[in-house]
């Protein structure tokens, strides 16, 4: 059994860290190489009422159940199948579906804060910090935010000047010193998409796949 290689890719809301993701896995065809998104493992939260539930400041680790993320990343080692659970992003709680990611050999773990946690960090191969402005990230959010999520622009604000941006400051841009690969401005720095794409082709040739 070919052992699983694990690459985590983070970076500030809106740097552009999914497109990173995305970029890397359809580089590849096959059913070799996979990824699994830290926000599918937000806590339930179905104990708490709707009021409270729309306080949790998901850019805080403590709304993470990262126990249960690297419990399932040790059974995708082990070569076993898994049940990634969805999250009910309009109920602010975990929902009763999931999906089965069977094993693979490269798997993406993607999210604001995968580098975070000592624990995830060391059943890391390979990590990958996308580095964007703040300026940039933030006029992105807005954006998405309006355009696909039907916020306002004064909630995006507010939440961004109360949680996203301290707790960017305070959790996630320090770990920027466990990355591997530092990729500044995202998915369009072709050269960095191009040196990690070739090392995972490179494993999945190891590996006997290519």
Known sequence: MNKLIIIGVTGGSASGKTSVSHAILESFTDENIGMIEHDSYYKDQSNLTFEERTKTNYDHPLAFDTDFLIAQLKE????????VPIYDYANHTRSNKTYRQEPVDVLIVEGILVLEDERLRDLMDIKIFVDTDDDVRIIRRIRRDIEERG???????????????????????PTKRYADVIIPEGVSNTVGIDIITTKVASILQENGNN
């Open 76 to 83: 995708l080692r082990a070569g076993r199948a898994v049940d």
């Open 151 to 173: 916020r306002t622009l004064d909630s995006v604000i507010s939440q961004y000047l109360t949680a996203v941006k301290p707790m960017y400051h305070q959790f996630i841009e």
